[in-house]
């Protein structure tokens, strides 16, 4: 009977360790089915979190994308005295700003035909839009070849702004500015800016050696070019900026307003500044200039 007890104890021993390691199997499974559940269900929710990253990603992309300025090429147009190296200040500050396609022309000063020659065939050269931009006796050659079809804005720096008919004589016959009582013509025809009285009249406002170096290097017109005229004005047909200097020797700051009024600018700003703006003040002046590209830029 002990041999019978054992054997049935044994086989009960079995049976119990059989139940309980189908117990134990049947937990893992449950165990395992759960740990498969819960990462479904984190990838789910990664897949569903990324989804909407991604499309959050792109919207912002989509929204920067129509925001985009599409930047006009800058042409730059000096005047009497003055060089293409006065804009230097300015094509620095330009490209900070991201212009990336700025051009200075430089333009002989020999006479209105001439100089808006040049200053076309600069514009024809430009792949899109242009802004042109012009500092003193370059107004006027903005003003007449402005009209070329892919300029979409004018931006006048202490610039003449002449209307048809008119030539910077004419212009300025009632407003008698301090610097044309100095000026001096050389056997060619060439009217000059002594040297000595060169920061006096036209750059008080800078240091004296950047005077001396524009003096140096001043271009001086043909004489006669001061009495060519203008025959369609750019300004009435493209729209216009303004920055008019209130300290200006060279054209007197209440013709710079007077012209501003008249072509009707669409923003003019007055600077604590000589006749040369564009070097004293080349942040403002740039700032203004991208005021002009952005209000006529496409997206």
């Excluded at 498969?36 to 569903?48: H, L, W």
């Excluded at 009497?80 to 022309?105: E, H």
């Excluded at 036209?202 to 060519?228: H, R, W, Y």
């Excluded at 012209?259 to 003040?281: D, E, F, P, Q, Y």
């Amino acid at each position: 009977m002990k041999g019978a007890d054992n054997g049935i104890n044994l086989h009960v021993t079995q049976a119990g360790r059989g139940e309980r390691d189908v117990n134990e199997e049947v937990s893992e499974r449950r165990a395992a089915v759960t740990r498969r559940d819960v990462m479904i269900g984190a990838a789910a929710i990664g897949v569903a979190a990324c989804a909407r990253a991604s499309s959050a990603t792109g919207q912002i992309n989509n929204s920067m994308g129509k925001e985009k300025m599409t930047k006009p090429t800058i042409v730059l147009v000096h005047g009497f005295w003055g060089a293409p190296a006065n804009w230097g200040k300015v094509i620095v500050q330009l490209t900070k700003m991201g212009y990336d396609s700025v051009r200075a022309v430089d333009n002989p000063c020999s006479s209105l035909a001439d100089d808006v020659a040049r200053t076309r065939k600069m514009i024809a050269q430009q792949k899109g839009p242009v802004v042109l931009v012009a500092h003193s006796a370059g107004g006027v050659v903005i003003t007449e070849a402005g009209n070329q079809p892919n300029v979409v804005a004018l931006v006048y720096a202490a610039a003449f702004a002449p209307d048809a008919g008119e030539s910077i004589l004419d212009v300025s016959k009632d407003y008698h500015a301090p610097g044309g009582a100095v000026l001096t013509p050389d056997s060619d025809g060439y009217m000059w800016i002594p040297q000595n009285k060169f920061q006096e009249v036209f750059c008080q406002d800078l240091t004296s050696e950047e005077a001396l170096v524009m003096a140096v290097t001043q271009k001086a017109p043909i004489g006669s070019a001061a009495g060519n005229k203008v025959t369609t004005p750019a300004w009435k047909a493209k729209p216009s900026w303004y920055q008019i200097s209130s300290d200006d020797r060279m054209i007197l700051p209440e013709n710079q307003k007077r012209m501003a009024a008249r072509m009707g600018a669409k923003k003019s700003i007055t600077l604590a500044a000589s006749h040369s703006s564009i070097v004293s003040k080349p942040l403002e002046v740039s700032s203004l200039i991208d005021e002009a590209a952005r209000a006529t830029s496409t997206t």
